[in-house]
């Protein structure tokens, strides 16, 4: 659905978007969805960042935990400490690698990828509810935002990639 020019919410003062305000908006939303998620499912025996490494897992099959470290930006040692919990719990499973059998690979089980369905499925269900609460007029304006905070994700993830070098 496109959204006009007359339907678009106006921008703050000074026709910028203020980042501290956004980044706020952005994690009350992830802590809202968190929170959503453990009452929606209070017998999720997982931690998020468990879902979030095991997601990235799922989406990247083969891979070994120094490149999910670098992936998700994490500690080589948190890494291994998600997975050694993942792989007791059933949602992963660790091989050695065919070109490198002192190499560890990584691949969702079954049971890890039904759980990251599951998790998605409550979220994507929680933001249902929620946006059929607002009226259309804020629906409208969360459409039309969705194509610039997939932007604003992609710029993200490129700084996260390669940060921004000091001048000299």
């Known amino acids: ?3 006009t020019a007359t339907q678009a919410p106006e921008l703050p003062a000074g026709g910028r978007v203020q980042p501290d305000g956004l980044a706020d908006g ?33 989406e990247n099959p083969g891979t070994r935990p ?16 998600i997975v050694n919990a993942l792989v007791a719990h059933g949602m992963v499973s660790r091989v050695g690698a065919d070109s490198d059998r002192r190499a560890i690979e ?9 759980a990251v369905d599951a998790w998605q ?7 249902q509810i929620a946006l059929s609460t607002l009226s259309s007029q804020q629906r ?11 932007a ?17």
């Open 26 to 58: 952005i994690a009350r939303l992830r802590r809202a969805l968190r929170r959503g998620a453990r009452v929606a499912d209070p017998d999720n025996p997982l931690a998020v960042a468990q879902l979030e490494l095991l997601s990235a897992v799922a």
């Open 121 to 127: 499925a409550i979220n994507a269900d929680l933001l």
């Open 106 to 114: 990584l691949t969702a089980t079954q049971a890890g990828r039904t």
């Open 1 to 3: 659905m496109r959204v």
């Open 140 to 150: 409208r304006a969360l459409a039309a935002a969705v194509p610039a905070l997939e």
């Open 66 to 81: 120094g490149q999910l470290a670098q992936l998700l930006h994490m500690r080589p040692n948190t890494v291994t400490t």
């Open 152 to 168: 604003l994700a992609s710029a993200v993830d490129r700084l996260a990639d390669e940060p921004p070098q000091p001048e000299r």
